[in-house]
Structures are given as structure tokens and as C-alpha cells.
């Protein structure tokens, strides 16, 4: 069983799952990425104008598609064997996921359950952001710890698309 059968897990302030996805249920358009940790200024991992698509659907799937906006075309047929060291470049600056989500109005979260990633592992981990909307924008924030021990800050804010 994959655990997009088991997204039903949603808590809810209404009890009702279908009305807790609802808000985020569509296409979204990626404006910006950022980070920050305590100790360090603002970054922006995918470049100063990434791109990117979010998609909710309302039976509790989830696809994440980012990128930099910048990223050089590879220079052989791309669906050769890539040559040497081009593999390890083919990843950088991408973030793609699939799944499940559900959503939990009591801590005002929303939890990606990625499925298939690109980055192995993001698989089968729940993924915690918390949310707010404002008109047909959705800021997702998630804090982790880097390899120093930092708390870091993970700020995306997306558009709905039309």
C-alpha cells in the first residue's frame, strides 16, 4: 500500500478532509525560495528568480516541480547516458517530488509524504510545513537542522495559477 491510500489521516477542525484540502487544492506557480538561519543572511538556493509548479488535487496528491530558472542545457542528446560528470550536475538546482499530503488545521500544517524523489531521501519522510494564505498566494515555511546543527528557515511563497 503506498501511503498516497493512506493521506486519509487529515485532522481537521471540521472533520471534514475534503474542506480542509480545499484552499490548496489547484495549480501553483513557485514566486520565491528563500532561506535563513540565525547565524547567516538570506539565501536563495534555486537563484533569484526560480521556477516551480505545486499541485494539490482533492483526493490528497501532491507534485512539487522546482527549479533554477538558469539551468544550462546538457550538451549531448539529453536521453543518452550522460557523459562524465554531467550526471552529478543533472540534479543540481532541481527539486522534484510526488505523493500524498494531508492536512492538519489544529497546528496549521500541511505534510507532504513524497512518494518517488529525485532525492532518495525525501522518500516515505513526512515533510512538515506550516501555511498561510493571503488572496491567491500560499507560503509554506519548514525549519530543519543543517549539518552544523543550525536551525534553518525554508520560505516558499506561491501563486495560484489562473
Not at 501511503?3 to 472533520?15: E, F, I, R, S, Y
Not at 471534514?16 to 536563495?44: C, I, M, Y
Not at 534555486?46 to 516541480?65: E, K
Not at 522518500?123 to 519548514?142: A, G, M
Request: a neutral charge; one cysteine or more; glycine letters at 8%.
Amino acid at each position: 500500500m503506498h501511503k498516497l491510500d493512506q493521506a486519509k489521516g487529515d485532522v481537521m477542525v471540521t472533520g471534514d478532509a475534503a474542506h480542509a484540502r480545499s484552499p490548496f487544492v489547484g495549480v501553483w506557480n513557485l514566486e520565491s525560495f528563500t532561506e535563513q538561519s540565525k547565524s547567516s543572511e538570506e539565501l536563495n538556493p534555486l537563484g533569484a528568480a526560480p521556477v516551480g509548479f505545486l499541485i494539490y488535487t482533492a483526493n490528497g496528491f501532491v507534485s512539487a516541480q522546482l527549479m533554477r530558472r538558469d539551468r544550462k542545457a546538457l550538451g549531448t542528446d539529453p536521453w543518452a547516458p550522460a557523459e562524465s560528470g554531467q550526471g552529478a550536475n543533472l540534479a543540481n538546482g532541481y527539486i522534484p517530488y510526488c505523493g500524498a499530503y494531508a492536512v492538519d488545521e489544529e497546528r496549521g500544517e500541511v505534510i507532504h509524504m513524497p512518494i518517488v524523489s529525485l532525492l532518495p531521501n525525501l522518500i516515505n519522510r513526512n515533510q512538515h510545513r506550516s501555511f498561510t494564505f493571503e488572496r491567491d498566494s500560499l507560503t509554506l515555511v519548514t525549519k530543519q537542522k543543517d549539518a552544523s546543527g543550525s536551525i534553518v528557515e525554508s520560505r516558499l511563497v506561491w501563486r495560484r495559477s489562473h
